[in-house]
C-alpha cells in the first residue's frame, strides 16, 4: 500500500532535550516537505526537500533541521526544543515538486513541549 | 505572494442542511491549482479535490460540490444535506505552478460541527 509514515505519532517533551521525528514514504517520491499546524494558522511548510541531499527552508523554518539521506526518509530534527514548537506536524511526499503532482500526507504527529 | 482566506471560523448546522464553505485566494500566478482537505476528529488530512486555474467547470461528487470562479478568486465547497460524520476541519488550499518548490498555501480552515 501506497503511504507515508511518520513515527511516533505523539510525542511529549520537555524543552531542550533533542528529539527526531522520522518520516517515510514508499512510492519512490522526489519531492518531500514537513508543514506544522497551529489552531487559527493552517499548516505551514517547515522544510522541503527535491530529492536525496537537497533540501530547503519553508515557510517557518526556525528551530527545526532536516536531512535527505535516502529518497525514501526525510527526518524532522528539533536540537533543542521549545514550548512554541508545540504543534502537530505533517510530512508530504510527492513524486516530483510542482503540480500536478499530488502531495500524500502522512498521518501526523502531535508534539508537545513542556 | 499567495494567500488563502477561509472567513468562517467555525460553522454549525443541523443534519441534513446544507452548507457551504468558502474559500477566497489571492495568486499573481495564471497557472496554479486550488485543493480542499478533509481534517476529520482523528487528525489527519483527507485529500478531497484539485483544480487546476485552466478548468472552471463546477464539479460534483456525491453530496459535495466545488464552485470554482476565477473571476471573484473563489472556490467554494458545498456539502448537500449534510450528515454528522461530515464534521470536521475543512482547509482550502492553493499551490502555484513552477519549477521550483511549490508548497501547498493553506487557509486557516472552517470547523463544520453537524448536529444530529
Known amino acids: 500500500e501506497a503511504q507515508v509514515t511518520q513515527n511516533p505519532r505523539y510525542l511529549i517533551t520537555v524543552t531542550g532535550k533533542k528529539l527526531t521525528v522520522t518520516c517515510s514514504q514508499n512510492?519512490?517520491?522526489?519531492?518531500m516537505s514537513w508543514y506544522r499546524q497551529d489552531p487559527g494558522l493552517g499548516l505551514r511548510q517547515i522544510y522541503y526537500?527535491?530529492?536525496?541531499?537537497?533540501?530547503d527552508k519553508g515557510d517557518v523554518p526556525e528551530g527545526y533541521k532536516v536531512s535527505r539521506k535516502e529518497k525514501r526518509n526525510f527526518p524532522l530534527i528539533l536540537e533543542s526544543p521549545s514550548p512554541n514548537q508545540t504543534s502537530l506536524y505533517f510530512c508530504?511526499?510527492?513524486?516530483?515538486?510542482?503540480?500536478?503532482?499530488?502531495?500524500?500526507f502522512g498521518p501526523g504527529t502531535r508534539l508537545t513541549v513542556t | 505572494a499567495q494567500k488563502v482566506t477561509q472567513a468562517q471560523t467555525e460553522i454549525s448546522v443541523v443534519e441534513k442542511e446544507d452548507v457551504t464553505l468558502d474559500c477566497v485566494y489571492e495568486t499573481r500566478d495564471t497557472t496554479y491549482y486550488l485543493f480542499w482537505y478533509k481534517q476529520p476528529p482523528s487528525g489527519e488530512l483527507v485529500f478531497l479535490i484539485r483544480?487546476?486555474?485552466?478548468?472552471?467547470q463546477n464539479e460534483i461528487s456525491g453530496r459535495y460540490s466545488w464552485n470554482f470562479q476565477k473571476s471573484t478568486s473563489s472556490f467554494n465547497f458545498t456539502i448537500t444535506a449534510s450528515q454528522v460524520v461530515d464534521s470536521a476541519v475543512y482547509f482550502c488550499?492553493?499551490?502555484?505552478?513552477?519549477?521550483?518548490?511549490?508548497?501547498?498555501?493553506f487557509g486557516k480552515g472552517t470547523r463544520l460541527s453537524v448536529i444530529a
Open positions: 483544480r487546476n486555474s485552466f478548468d472552471e
Open positions: 508530504a511526499s510527492s513524486l516530483r515538486q510542482g503540480n500536478p503532482y499530488e502531495q500524500y
Open positions: 526537500s527535491m530529492n536525496v541531499e537537497v533540501t
Open positions: 488550499a492553493l499551490s502555484e505552478a513552477g519549477s521550483g518548490n511549490t508548497p501547498l498555501v
Open positions: 512510492m519512490n517520491h522526489e519531492y
